[in-house]
């Protein structure tokens, strides 16, 4: 029997930290409007569900990106599994809405540990002419846990309860922490004195621009991502099922152009491909503005499907040059913050979707106060939903800027060793 490439084994390893938090969120992300209904929560308080869990996860990756440099990444890792997945079972126990958000933030400070030191870990598993290529896979990655977690999160809503989505991390959880032990290397610990963060990494305008760029990009991105399943569940009156499904088009066309976009920029480097995921990124939010309450599923398919082919330009060209513009020592914490401008961009977003949504809500009924988003007319939820879409349009837009104003990194395309 063939022996598995150690590189490889150790990314199929890593993978399940990525593959199991994707997969939870994007199965949490579908059943929120369900969520909502049986908790009785309003639009501000459900945003919570969401938020509470990415503020425990951007609450630590900085000191635990760090930890990872300083410390036993494997270790770390395999804690992180084990804390994710525990958390995970507390979750269907919720009574209330203010429960589940107790629970998700304890989700989020399991996740918070492996998500902050798999980008080191991988980066550290292949070499650097590979790199692209393996932040392109790892990304596949992520986009097959969101992808399987909208049709699998509507699946088990519609037949079984929401509180079924929580208890499919146990097998992955469980899997990831023995792959883990096997394919993982020990890793000797850094001898540098310990910095919480090395705050020369902001002088290198490559690592500066890459990580602005990503943050104005999820912000972007999860604006549209969070008030998707409520237009399809409460304006066109999908089923959870049908809105897993739908909202899985995005995640198979990340699938698609992900890996793709980073074995180019292994070739050509990232100043052309991530500027221009990001230039599509604008469009896309522009097109999906266009959305009504009379809109076919195909409208809505393509729309998705557009939004996920610029995601997938962009992000593994981005992430790569960002790894590449920093020493082996500091990998952990760059590649922690990163996770950082994604979770806080995510949280903003969310945030800003919902404040921006709101408010246009509230302009257009002339109502203030809170509300249940399930008891708007068809009519009045696109008045809000139309102009937050122009929101995070510009945010792409911003985030194109920075990408412009990064450089180009294909000369600093190899980690150092020092």
Known sequence: MKKIDPKWGAFIAIAFGPLMATLDSSSVNVSLPIIARELHASMSDIEWVVTSY????????????????????????????????????????????????????????????????????????????????????????????????????????????????????????????????????????????????????????????????????????????????????????????????????????????????????????????????????????LCASQLTAASTPKEVVLTLLFVGVAAGLFQAPNNSAILGAVKKSQLGVASALIATMRTFGTMLGVAIGTVFFTFFIQKASGVGGHFNVHELSPELFIQGFKPTLWVAAAFALIGFCFSLMRGDTKRHHLVSNV
């Open 54 to 285: 990415l503020l425990a996860i951007g609450a630590f990756l900085l000191p635990l990106g760090r930890l990872g440099d300083q410390w036993n990444k494997k270790k770390l890792f395999r804690i992180g599994l084990i804390a994710f997945t525990l958390s995970s079972l507390l979750c269907p126990f919720s009574q209330t809405v203010f429960q589940l958000i107790f629970f998700r933030v304890l989700q989020g400070m399991g996740g918070a540990i492996f998500m902050s030191i798999a980008p080191a870990l991988l980066v550290s598993s292949f070499p650097s002419s590979e790199r692209g290529r393996a932040v392109g896979m790892m990304g596949m990655t992520v986009s097959t846990g969101l992808m399987l977690g909208a049709p699998v999160g509507g699946l088990l809503t519609d037949y079984i309860s929401w509180k079924a989505i929580f208890l499919i991390n146990l097998p992955i959880g469980v899997l990831g922490f023995f792959l883990a032990e096997k394919f993982l290397q020990e890793e000797t610990h850094c001898t540098e004195e310990f910095r919480f963060l090395d705050f020369s990494l902001f002088k290198n305008r490559f690592f500066v621009g890459g990580n602005l760029s990503l943050l104005s990009y999820f912000i972007a991105l999860f604006i549209l991502y969070f008030l998707t399943p409520f237009y399809l569940s409460d304006v066109l009156e999908y089923s959870p099922k049908k809105v897993g499904f739908v909202m899985m088009t995005f995640s198979l066309a990340f699938a698609v152009v992900t890996p793709i976009s980073g074995w180019l920029s292994d070739k050509v480097g990232s100043q052309i491909l991530s500027p221009m995921g990001l230039a599509l990124a604008v469009v896309a939010y």
